[in-house]
RNA sequence: UCCCCAGUAGCUCAGUUGGCAGAGCAGAUGGCUGUUAACCAUCGAGUCCGCGGUUCGAGUCCGUGCUGGGGAGCCA
């Protein structure tokens, strides 16, 4: 199979052995998504069969090849005979070749079909187990491996690959430099009981990584401005439609920089994923059918207000939370449907945060840290702030988590030499996918995703 | 961890008051020269999730376990 993508990728000029007649004439081997640069040529086209129909002397295959849909048209007498003789051999997702001349034709979907003169089985598949017809997230979800086939995953995948990329140039061309966390680690970042735990050789435990954060901050000191991109674990028991136990996180951390300007950047990091999304995924969307004028609205600037106003805003809409809680999910839904574009709520409680969380100086009470809600209900798709740059308020805040100390001593120790502010945030990749793509869960923004109940396929 | 719902053909589901196990799709066979989740005809397909109980009789009622789904808490 490694020798099929070759022969897709580079269209190769196929020149027949002298003799052959008609058989001459150049051949390509093309992708789906370039057929209009072929119109009227003969060429071969690589793929899989969704979808056969016939009527009698006429047969019709749909192929996909990952990059489109084309059908593929047998007339009894045009197509040769051997080819027109396999048809009835073809199931769904049986992988072949056909060759035939490319035409425009407004009856096939997509515009375009080959009429087929020649066609090459590589292998019949047995019975297919995703019928066109409806199924069960269950059951979709144990035949992940294949479920990914289907145009619907396809298309909220490629927006992933979109969200990643705008999200690593815009720190790209801001100066960031990729500075890649550490999976294993010695110790958490958030709390023990989330934690998953395996051995490190002998007599040692290593832990999956819950953040890279704590790494970007050393990385920030000696670069200035990095970044992170990579999966992330937490062993929740969460089983809700926003949770995974192994998510993607990007994490910018910068030196000299504070509350302010880290909720700047993230505001900015947004937008530009926005306008990715919605310039190259056009197609994704669609067929997604998301509802693009929503995602057109997302401009500067964002709401910004703070967790006081937040808790005055809940009072109003009827719900009881006292100062000092932290929202639930219902509390997220009710502030980001409030909005037509993201808000940013600043300045929690600092009981409610991770110890690494600076208080603000001129209120203790509340830690420079902020939060951005996705609008339509999506809730909270960064978490960051300012990180605690003094060695000793940072030493009690760890020594009030019941955190071992000693796994510390390197993040305390960034503060004994040149201290800085410094700030950064983390999006959650699966949860801005879900956003854009419009999903009512996470689980299908991730290629194979991991749950408390389902670590297979 | 807690609360709610479901489990019947490969898939999605129906199954009445407890009385012979059903449909559509998928599969197989045949027909049709422009199909669009094609259509028409025919055929095959079942440990009714497991265990225990009530009953002359259980897919149906009761108990229990398992699996899946939805929600809460916690978080990105």
Request: proline share 5%.
């Amino acid at each position: 199979m490694g020798f099929l993508i070759v022969v897709r990728r580079i269209e190769i000029d196929y020149k027949a052995p002298a003799g052959e007649g008609d058989e001459k004439m150049a051949l390509k081997t093309i992708s789906i998504d370039s057929v209009r640069d072929y119109e009227g040529e003969r060429v071969t086209i690589c793929g899989w069969l969704t979808h056969k129909r016939s009527s009698g002397r006429i047969r019709f295959l749909i192929l996909r090849d990952g990059t489109g849909i084309i059908q593929a048209t047998l007339f009894k007498g045009e197509t040769s005979d051997s080819a027109f003789d396999l048809y009835p051999e073809l199931t769904q997702e049986s992988s072949l070749s056909v060759t035939g001349e490319l035409r425009k034709e407004d009856r096939a979907p997509g515009g375009y079909e080959i009429l087929v003169s020649e066609m090459e089985i590589f292998h019949i598949a047995e019975t297919y187990p995703i019928s066109p017809k409806e199924h069960g997230i269950g059951f979709l979800m144990d035949h992940r491996h294949l479920w990914l086939r289907s145009s619907r995953q396809q298309a909220i995948l490629r927006v992933r690959h979109s969200v990643i990329k705008a999200a690593r140039r815009f720190f790209d061309d801001q100066g960031f430099t990729l500075l890649d966390a550490p999976i294993l680690t010695p110790s958490s970042c958030e709390g023990t009981t989330t934690l998953f735990e395996t051995d490190y050789f002998e007599d040692t435990k290593a832990f999956l990584s819950q953040s890279g954060q704590l790494y970007m901050e050393a990385g920030a000191m000696a670069f200035g401005k990095v970044y992170c991109c990579g999966p992330t674990f937490r062993a929740e028991k969460s089983k809700t439609r926003r949770h995974l136990t192994e998510f993607w996180m990007i994490e910018p951390e910068v030196a000299f920089a504070d509350l302010k300007m880290v909720m700047d950047l993230a505001e900015a990091m947004i937008i530009t994923i926005v306008q990715e999304v919605l310039k190259t995924r056009q197609a994704e969307l669609h067929i997604l059918e998301r509802d693009i004028a929503r995602l057109e609205q997302i401009r500067a600037p964002f709401y910004v207000i703070s967790y006081d106003e937040a808790i005055e805003f809940l009072k109003d809409a009827g719900e009881s939370i006292p100062w000092g809680e932290d929202f639930g999910g219902g509390h997220e839904t009710i502030i980001s449907n409030r909005f037509d574009r993201p808000v940013l709520i600043h300045r929690y409680p600092t009981e409610t945060k991770a110890f690494y969380m600076k208080n603000d100086p001129d209120r203790s009470e509340v830690a420079l840290c902020v939060d951005m809600l996705a609008p339509e209900g999506y809730g909270e798709i960064i978490g960051g702030g300012q990180r605690e740059d003094d060695s000793e308020i940072l030493k009690t805040k760890i020594e009030k988590t019941g955190l071992p100390p000693e796994s510390f001593d390197w993040y305390l120790g960034l503060r004994r030499y040149g201290s800085v502010p410094h700030a950064g945030f983390g999006l959650g990749i699966e949860r801005m996918v879900a956003w854009m793509c419009g999903l009512e869960h996470v689980r299908e923004t991730i290629p194979f995703p991991r749950l408390i109940d389902r670590l297979y396929p």
